[in-house]
């Protein structure tokens, strides 16, 4: 299991980092193109102080160590030795023994069926059993899908063909859960981090989901808009994807709906996203790392005032707040908990 210390800094108890000039916004993990935002994630930002005779203390022992580096997930700085235990662990996956996980299914089933207004909030890990590799999963993944984007090169990104498999994909366990538990009222509204268009595959209507980073499948008038679900990928490298706006009063030149590193969140869907989160009594944490700001601040916020579930193989920031905690895969912890809510009588669709 992972030591105690770790844990701690896992559920983000304290984090130690200068600021930077090289990145794209606050909490960013990537360097390059906005030179005049500032972030906490930055290595090029740890040297940028070091060169200055400012280095930062280590998030775990507090020693400076003009040798220790950034962890992208987190943007925690660590000493050199500190950094050696750590990225051993940080992609550790975490698993409980059937007959735990079996009750656990049966808590969440009564917290669901209790609740007053049920959000899910999604990540990238819920798409894993439909073939779409996920971000941050280790080398030593047991997905099926193997290690996380993050941990291939450039290279091997390509090879992947990592778009093609998204939208080859289609609604998985989980997706089809959820679908089923809006449909019968026990969940209210899904806020997603996926752009792969499987939460809408799986019947979820536009009105009953946020996607806070877009749809591969959606393009938008950014005049008026309006927005058109297409059946073939929309992304371009130039944002506008060569069609117009059809509305005779408009016309405009359409834009693909992906959020790019930097990118605000669409305005009307952030908004509706915490219009529910002020609601929510509880808040479903599926298959995310609750790393990415700012969407990771809604069940953050929600933590802090209702009931937060988590259900991930990997540790998270919010992991010490949650009320409860599923260590397995997701597809069937929600297999589980809608056959559960099915035998008890709660759903009806």
Same mark, same amino acid.
């Given at each position: ?63 400076? #160590? ?29 698993? #409980? ?22 959000? /899910? ?38 090879? /992947? ?6 939208? /080859? ?82 016309? /405009? ?9 930097? #990118? ?77 809510? #099915? ?7």
């Amino acid at each position: 299991s992972v030591p105690e210390q770790w844990l701690k800094i896992f559920c983000g108890v304290s984090r130690a980092m200068p600021q930077c000039r090289q990145c794209c916004g606050a909490g960013c993990r990537y360097h390059g193109r906005h030179g005049v935002r500032t972030c906490h994630g930055c290595q090029e930002g740890v040297a940028a102080a070091i060169a200055r005779g400012q280095c930062p203390s280590c998030a775990q022992c507090h020693t400076r #160590d003009a040798r220790g580096r950034v962890d992208k997930q987190t943007g925690y700085f660590y000493c050199s030795t500190c950094w050696a235990e750590y990225d051993s662990l940080r992609n550790y996956e975490f698993w #409980d023994d059937p007959s735990d996980l079996e009750a656990k299914c049966q808590k969440l089933a009564s917290m669901i069926a209790g609740s007053r207004h049920c959000i /899910a909030f999604t990540g990238a890990g819920i798409s894993t059993g439909c073939g779409v590799p996920d971000f941050r999963s280790g080398t030593n993944t047991k997905l099926p899908t193997g290690p996380g984007v993050w941990q291939l090169s450039q290279e091997e990104r390509q090879k /992947a063909g990592i778009l093609d498999r998204a939208m /080859a994909a289609v609604p998985g366990s989980t997706h089809t859960a959820l679908s089923r538990l809006w449909r019968c009222g026990l969940l209210k509204q899904i806020v997603s981090q996926n752009v792969d268009g499987l939460h809408r595959k799986s019947g979820v209507p536009p009105g009953a989901l946020c996607e806070l980073h877009g749809n591969l499948y959606v393009e938008v008038c950014p005049r008026c808009g309006a927005e058109y679900e297409r059946d073939f990928c929309v992304i371009t490298s130039a944002r506008e994807t060569g069609r117009a706006c059809e509305r005779p009063e408009c016309g /405009a030149a359409l834009r693909d709906s992906g959020i790019r590193f930097g #990118d605000p969140l669409p305005q009307k869907c952030w908004k509706r996203a915490w219009e529910h989160a002020e609601t929510a009594d509880l808040c479903l944490c599926l298959g995310s790392s609750l790393t990415v700001t700012p969407a990771s601040e809604i069940p953050a916020w929600i933590a802090k005032r209702h009931k937060l579930v988590i259900v991930n193989l990997q540790a998270t920031p919010l992991d010490g707040v949650a009320c409860l905690l599923l260590h397995g895969m997701v597809d069937e912890v929600l297999e589980r908990v809608v056959q559960v809510l #099915d035998q008890k009588g709660f759903l009806k669709g």
